[in-house]
């Protein structure tokens, strides 16, 4: 069975630093790409970006590049979202999902097709 | 602004049939995929390349894509469905993916 399992909730003062987790099970690490989605209190999903656990190729979106680092650990099949300096800004919830591509001689097609139950980030002072 | 463009919110009675739509250029080269999230909840993989259902997801849950807009229907709503739905795809570069403002299902 997949599985995605994220670290627990987190409160943080604004200027600190902070790691979450996304360990993975039931299927081979290594073998696909994982996403990570910001959504903020009471608003919508965005594309953070999205590694993958083969040779660590990171894409990040532009609102989120330079902001956040993703990253990810073979040994334990587990992705990791990370923040050098939190604002309260990053208060919301984070999923990481896993990613699925294939194209046909037409069209490409990408979805999300298991997801982390989310850890909620709060940043406060 | 997202480069999806869904209506906010739509209502439906129930065992009836609801349309729910997704616009955006990159959809004429990229089918879009479907999400539902309920409160509390993460979101779940409804469709996927145009008009796949994963498993476990209800045979009411459909999709189809033309040109540059997408589209999810549930025919024969039900209470269970009350949920909010974004579509995504590839962003407009190509490089990377964006998903829809999300469209609110009330199942009256």
């Known amino acids: 069975e997949v599985q995605l399992v994220q670290s627990g909730a987190e409160v943080k003062k604004p200027g600190e630093s902070l790691k979450i987790s996304c360990k993975a099970s039931g299927y081979n690490f290594t073998g696909y790409w994982i996403d990570w989605v910001r959504q903020m209190p009471g608003k919508g999903l965005e594309w953070m970006g999205i590694?993958?656990?083969?040779?660590?190729?990171?894409r990040y979106s532009p609102s989120f590049q330079g902001q956040v680092t993703i990253s990810v650990d073979k040994s334990t099949s587990t992705a990791y979202l990370q923040w050098s300096s939190l604002k309260a800004s990053d208060t919301a919830m984070y999923y990481c999902?896993?990613?699925?591509?294939?194209?046909?001689?037409?069209?490409?097609?990408?979805?999300?097709?298991?997801w982390g139950q989310g850890t909620l980030v709060t940043v406060s002072s | 602004s997202s480069e999806l463009t869904q209506d906010p919110a739509v209502s439906v009675a129930l065992g009836q049939t609801v349309r729910i739509t997704c616009q955006g250029d990159?959809?004429?080269?990229?089918?879009a995929s479907w999400y539902q999230q309920k409160p509390g909840q993460a979101p779940v993989l409804v469709i996927y390349?145009?008009?796949n259902r994963p498993s476990g997801i209800p045979d009411r849950f459909s999709g189809s894509s033309s040109g540059n807009t997408a589209s999810l229907t549930i025919t024969g709503a039900q209470a269970e469905d009350e949920a909010d739905y974004y579509c995504s795809s590839r962003d407009s570069s190509g490089n990377g993916y964006v998903f829809g403002i999300g469209t609110k299902v009330t199942v009256l």
């Open positions: 590694i993958y656990p083969g040779d660590s190729d990171t």
């Open positions: 990159s959809l004429r080269s990229f089918y």
């Open positions: 390349r145009k008009n």
């Open positions: 999902a896993r990613h699925r591509e294939q194209c046909s001689s037409t069209s490409c097609w990408g979805y999300f097709d298991y």
